[in-house]
């Protein structure tokens, strides 16, 4: 298993600047087409959870059951904090395993853009379908060759 601890310097960045800001327009959009119609106690995965907040967020709804999974210890331990309600794990998004299938996947803000080629993002696909139920909903984004340019081409963090 991979461990992405590249991103261990980027999570005070990701908690501080970007998790609770992008949460809700994140949540707005999968409340009007997934969350609604999940029944309560709705076991949801987090995949690539980063530091927790939308999973924070998730667990406080209907009693949802969340679960977390990236592959960074040091999002782990401020999603742990975020939300400490929620079950996290570390592992890779290509080959985790779950004890209990879930009613719905969702991988936010662009994580799966993090995966670098077409043959290990089948591998996040086949494994996310072989983690849901029957009739269980992956909902994902992607941040395009054309948003990259416009969204991040000047973007400089100082500590």
């Known amino acids: 298993m991979n461990m992405y601890s590249d991103y261990d310097k980027f999570a005070w960045i990701h908690s501080k600047h970007w998790g609770d800001a992008f949460t809700g327009s994140a949540l707005s959009v999968l409340e009007r087409f997934v969350l609604k119609r999940l029944t309560p106690r709705a076991r949801i995965l987090d995949l690539c959870c980063g530091t927790g907040n939308l999973a924070r967020v998730l667990s406080s709804r209907k009693g949802h059951i969340v679960t977390g999974i990236d592959g960074s210890p040091e999002m782990l331990r401020f999603a742990r904090k975020n939300a400490p309600k929620c079950n996290f794990i570390s592992a890779d998004a290509r080959n985790f395993k779950l004890k209990q299938p879930v009613d719905l ?53 100082n500590r």
């Open 105 to 157: 996947v969702i991988s936010a803000f662009d994580s799966l853009n993090h995966v670098l080629n077409l043959a290990q993002l089948k591998l996040v696909f086949e494994n996310t379908y072989r983690a849901l139920k029957p009739k269980g909903v992956f909902v994902f984004d992607l941040n395009l060759e054309d948003g990259f340019k416009v969204r991040w081409a000047r973007v400089i963090w």
